[in-house]
């Protein structure tokens, strides 16, 4: 079992979180199929963004090439 402490709410509780509820809460089986997509719809949300003026494209740019990075990665 992996440290309490690794998690990100490792410090909150004294007692180890049941098998049962972390296999419930666990996204990381839907995440694996849905990153690509989850990626591609941000950079459509950054360039509505710049579009609509809320974000300068320098920004938009920057935060494009970051999400295509990851993309690749």
Known sequence: MANK???LWGGRFTEAISKTVEKFTSSL??????????ILGSIAH??????????????ADKIIKGLKDILKD
């Open 5 to 7: 402490k690794s998690k």
């Open 29 to 38: 089986h839907f995440d694996k199929r849905l990153y690509k997509y989850d």
């Open 46 to 59: 950054c360039q509505m963004l710049a579009k609509c003026g809320i974000i300068k494209n320098s920004e």
